[in-house]
């Protein structure tokens, strides 16, 4: 088995509801909800690394604060390991450009979501912070 690719993931929480991210048509998983994120690069922190990813695929600058938790999963093209991370959005507007919706969940509406299969445990743990 190849070692996993690692990837960082952003939960922004706005009271009692989190960002929900859809993966757009063509893109690895999609139509599938997740954290919206990225790879690590080299030389990167995963924090870094998640703060360079919001800024790419949803135009805002954020803070990257502390970790929700880390998960493996063996997708049929990769191994996944996902790190989350709560974020809180410092200023711009949300504009997509890897996604084709958002929304923000209630924990009850995260669970009527298609959610990427690495992304639920750390969707069940927001959900019963919230």
């Given at each position: 088995?190849?070692?996993?690719?690692?990837?960082?993931?952003?939960?922004?929480?706005?009271?009692?509801?989190?960002?929900?991210?859809?993966?757009?048509?063509?893109?690895?998983?999609?139509?599938?909800?997740?954290?919206?994120?990225?790879?690590?690069?080299?030389?990167?922190t995963p924090k870094q690394a998640l703060a360079?990813?919001?800024e790419e695929e949803l135009s805002v600058i954020?803070?990257?604060?502390?970790?929700?938790?880390?998960?493996?999963?063996?997708?049929?093209?990769?191994?996944?390991?996902?790190?989350?991370?709560?974020?809180?959005?410092?200023?711009?507007?949300?504009?997509?450009?890897?996604?084709?919706a958002i929304r923000w969940v209630s924990p009850?509406?995260?669970?009527?979501?298609?959610?990427?299969?690495?992304?639920?445990?750390?969707?069940?743990?927001?959900?019963?912070?919230?």
């Amino acid at each position: 088995m190849s070692s996993p690719i690692r990837v960082v993931g952003a939960v922004f929480v706005d009271g009692n509801r989190f960002l929900a991210c859809r993966k757009a048509a063509g893109k690895s998983l999609a139509g599938m909800w997740e954290f919206p994120g990225g790879k690590i690069e080299e030389g990167e922190t995963p924090k870094q690394a998640l703060a360079r990813e919001i800024e790419e695929e949803l135009s805002v600058i954020a803070t990257v604060g502390d970790k929700v938790t880390t998960t493996v999963y063996e997708y049929d093209f990769a191994t996944i390991e996902l790190t989350t991370f709560l974020c809180t959005i410092e200023s711009g507007d949300l504009t997509l450009s890897d996604h084709d919706a958002i929304r923000w969940v209630s924990p009850a509406e995260a669970q009527e979501l298609d959610w990427a299969p690495a992304d639920i445990p750390a969707v069940k743990l927001v959900s019963s912070r919230l």
